[in-house]
Nanobody, 128 residues
Framework: EVQLQASGGGLVQAGGSLRLSCAAS????????IGWFRQTPEQERERLAC????????YSADSVKGRFTISRDDAKNTVYLQMNNLNAGDTAVYYC?????????????????????WGQGTLVTVSS
């Protein structure tokens, strides 16, 4: 059974940092590209960052570039999203996803509809 467990969310003050984790099981993690997304009640699911499996290359969306960094540890079957200099606009539920294209960086991260497996989401709340 494929499982993605997102964690690390919480309440943080503006300007602070959080590191989200996505722990995976049930598939060949080291051969799978992973994406991070977020969603609010007012907005569609937004692509944030993605990371290839083959070479570990990554891409971050313009909206978070320079503040958010995606990385992976294949030994732990885990992908991380380091988020720095958070602001109120970053308040959302954050999701990780797998089961999409093997190479995601070249396409600047595929849209949500191309991913098969999703974690349950972790809530990030940034207070101003």
């Amino acid at each position: 059974e494929v499982q993605l467990q997102a964690s690390g969310g919480g309440l943080v003050q503006a300007g602070g940092s959080l590191r989200l984790s996505c722990a995976a099981s049930g598939f060949s993690f080291d051969r799978t590209a992973i994406g991070w997304f977020r969603q609010t009640p007012e907005q569609e699911r937004e692509r944030l960052a993605c990371i290839n499996a083959s070479d570990g290359s990554s891409y971050s969306a313009d909206s978070v570039k320079g503040r958010f960094t995606i990385s992976r540890d294949d030994a732990k079957n885990t992908v991380y999203l380091q988020m720095n200099n958070l602001n109120a606009g970053d308040t959302a539920v954050y999701y990780c996803a797998a089961g999409g294209p093997r190479s995601v960086v070249a396409s600047r991260c595929p849209p949500p509809k191309l991913y098969t497996y999703w974690g349950q989401g972790t809530l990030v709340t940034v207070s101003s």
